[in-house]
């Protein structure tokens, strides 16, 4: 290993060359790769987080500037013509002393758990008063019941019927419950994928048709006609003078799945054909570099380095240079792409959406590297073998 | 006992028309503490009589036995065992690494043996005191002069504790008198019970040898 090292050291400028190739392409295909999982991550993770499935579920975006009464009127039409229950969720911030400052919260509306429902773990669940309170009014002989996730709980303390305060918006909340480990809500839209951690948060009930939000969420029984639905929806929402987008989740889910794949796709294709002409590249190298070392390996078996030895000692620095390139894209891709779990541009909460170097993609990304090895190992192997010191004496007179 | 012997040995390069027949039928008996010199015109096949005396190629024909052993069946890493151990080279041009520190070129031999850091820095130290150039460890070759890295040669020639030390043209870059005083040395490290061949197109040089090979045209006369 220390004749390794000392060999390494005599040609540093090679092999820094031949590592910044490693470390391109390795980083290439880990951003690569960490955007393909993420497409997977959220077409596999996304179903799996909803109660029901993605094809009884609508998204309906909704022009924020209609008027309100349109649009309560657009969704008690919904509820009544088609058996749907609409809701939506949106995050946001408190502060409040009580929970170590600027807390992050899901204010979530009474229809919305029927698309995921939040499972408690001490206390009880909001129930249809919690929905129906005065935002104006919301002081500490009225406070707003909330949820609060259970490691936030326990760092700073909480307990069922502990009010809190939010400093900036001078509102009294008390504590209704506190959610069970684990428990999860989208971050941001549903189809978009990215799953936080509520551990930290706050769950906040919406008072009911407060304003209006710019995502909602249509909840419709089962087997529905999709086709059918959605130009229902168009039609309410045009007899309400509704500006809206309606879809299934399970389409917006398909769309962004193929059009990630599709998108990356290319990009992989790239990375692979990057791939194969550095690992070409490199093999050419050490070829060029082994016909420079000749004189060097000649002497080595001159003085009596077996065959054995020399190659060890080559695949040795093919090895040490592969090694160190692979931990520094790895340190350069993690860097990059951030953490698994993205922290919450709110508070203290994290979210995850696949958009990450996981351990899988690190063993990808460690058999490819040894892949791209191959050529050059097996041609320097040859060669070594190859390899005769007479050369150092004059050769055949 | 000799510790060469070479029967009916013949050397041919190439095939068909481009065949050349380098050695032919060479006999040569070399006991152990013996001072030999070879000479020979330039393309006489001194060199190829060199590469295989030093165990870096084989007969084409004809048996060679080392220490009383046919080198025949030796595997490539067989070979390199027996150069490791029981032979060393001294170059024409050194065949130092440039890259490396006179004390690493020194060592260079040790690291196929299964020694601890500091034996092998002992050893070196003791041949680099022995061969005067104590002071130079940790320069690089091109550092230092011509008669001073042929001893840096001799050195990690020595270092091994080899049997026989092989000599390709030893003074051939160096000035008269620096070739002088290495002839000298080799001449020591003979009487010190080595058996030394030296490969040279110089008289003086090989009359420093007790004994002679003369070649010429792959034909070695005694």
Known sequence: ?397 | MAIIELRNVGKTYGKGECETEALKNVNIKIDEGDFWSIMGPSGSGKSTLLNILGCMDKPSEGEYLFNGKSIEKYSVDELSYVRNTHISFVFQHFALLNDYSVFDNIILPLNCKKMTSSDKKNKAEYYMKQLGIESLGKKKPSQISGGQQQRVAIARALITEPDVILADEPTGALDQKTGEELMKLLKEINIQGKTIIVVTHDEKIANVASKRIYIEDGICHI
């Open chain 1, 1 to 397: 290993m220390i004749e390794v090292i000392k060999s390494l050291s005599k040609k540093k400028i090679f092999y820094i060359l031949i590592m910044l190739q490693f470390i391109f392409s390795l980083v290439y295909f880990f951003v690569i790769a960490a955007a393909i999982q993420s497409a997977f991550y959220i077409n596999i993770n996304v179903p799996r987080q909803l109660d029901i499935s993605t094809e009884q579920l609508i998204h309906i975006e909704v022009d924020v500037f209609e008027e309100k009464s349109n649009f309560n009127n657009f969704v008690a039409d919904i509820e009544s013509q088609l058996n749907g229950k609409v809701g939506t969720y949106e995050s946001n911030v408190i502060n409040s002393v009580e929970l170590g400052g600027d807390v992050g919260t899901v204010e979530i509306d009474s229809n919305i758990v029927l698309m995921k429902e939040l499972e408690i773990e001490q206390g009880t669940y909001f129930d249809d008063c919690d929905f129906k309170y005065n935002i104006m009014i919301s002081d500490e002989d009225n406070p707003v019941s909330i949820l609060i996730g259970s490691e936030l709980a326990k760092e700073y303390g909480v307990e069922i019927g502990d009010e809190v305060y939010d400093l900036d918006n001078s509102q009294s909340f008390i504590v209704k419950g506190i959610l069970k480990p684990g428990s999860k809500w989208f971050a941001d839209t549903v189809d978009e994928g990215s799953i936080a951690d509520l551990g930290y948060e706050v769950i906040v009930p919406r008072s009911e048709s407060d304003y209006i939000h710019v995502h909602y969420y249509c909840i419709m029984p089962e087997q529905v006609d999709i086709d059918d639905t959605i130009k229902q929806i168009k039609q309410l929402a045009e007899k309400n003078s509704v500006t809206m987008e309606a879809e299934f989740v399970s389409d917006e889910l398909a769309v962004k799945f193929s059009d990630s794949l599709e998108e990356n796709k290319n990009w992989m294709i790239f990375v692979v054909v990057m791939m194969i002409m550095i690992s070409v590249g490199t093999a050419s190298l050490f070829m060029a570099q082994m016909n420079s070392r000749k004189h060097e390996i000649g002497i080595k078996v001159a003085v009596g380095y077996s065959c054995k030895k020399i190659i060890k000692m080559l695949f040795g620095e093919v090895l040490v240079v592969a090694t160190v390139a692979f931990s520094i894209a790895a340190i350069l891709g993690k860097a990059m792409l951030g953490q698994v779990e993205q922290p919450s541009i709110w508070g203290q909460g994290t979210y995850v959406d696949g958009y990450y170097i996981s351990a899988d993609i690190l063993i990808m990304g460690a058999v490819i590297l040894m892949i791209m090895c191959v050529p050059a190992v097996v041609l320097l192997g040859v060669k070594t073998k190859r390899l005769q010191p007479r050369e150092l004496i004059g050769g055949n007179e």
